[in-house]
């Protein structure tokens, strides 16, 4: 006999309604966006910063979502931000250069930013050829990149004393 108490993932639910599994199911749709966000930095620029460990089915799920975005603006170049991996091992770096592979398809140049020593040292010893792979220390310096590969420049103001110290001043 069913449980009409039971939920479709197995788990006691005394008096869960429609309602709840909607809003459930909702919850569950936005913890995987935050798992995996894909932020456009610029026009033609795309950030996906990685926070924590990368398993099959994060790493799917990232993909696609980068994927889907690359042809929803048409980027030119995404900045895979690896500063928040804790641990980069054989089947991470696979992931990694899985990433890099499907975006070039979609006419996306990749680049992967945030890489410590540690992360380095630990990818030239796996072995692995990222000879096709640019990367960069820090997103500050990805960034620099992408904006040169795009013709786009950064210029500094000359700062007025009032903007100096931090008061906005209106111009009119």
Sequence with gaps: ???????????????????????????????????????QVWEGVLALPIVGSLDTGRAQEMNERLLDKIIETASEIVLLDIT??????????????????????????????GLSANTALTLVHLGLDLSGVTTRATMAAGLKLAFARLGLEVVQRRASPAHASGIEMDGG
């Design 84 to 113: 928040g991996v804790p641990v980069i091992d054989t089947s991470v770096a696979k992931y990694l250069l899985e990433t890099v592979a499907a975006a070039r398809l979609l006419g996306a140049d990749v680049l992967i930013v």
């Design 1 to 39: 006999m069913v449980d009409p108490r039971r939920t479709e993932a197995g788990n006691d639910a005394p008096g869960a309604t429609g309602a709840q599994a909607s809003m459930i199911a909702h919850q569950r749709a936005t913890i995987a966006e935050l798992q995996t966000p894909v932020i």
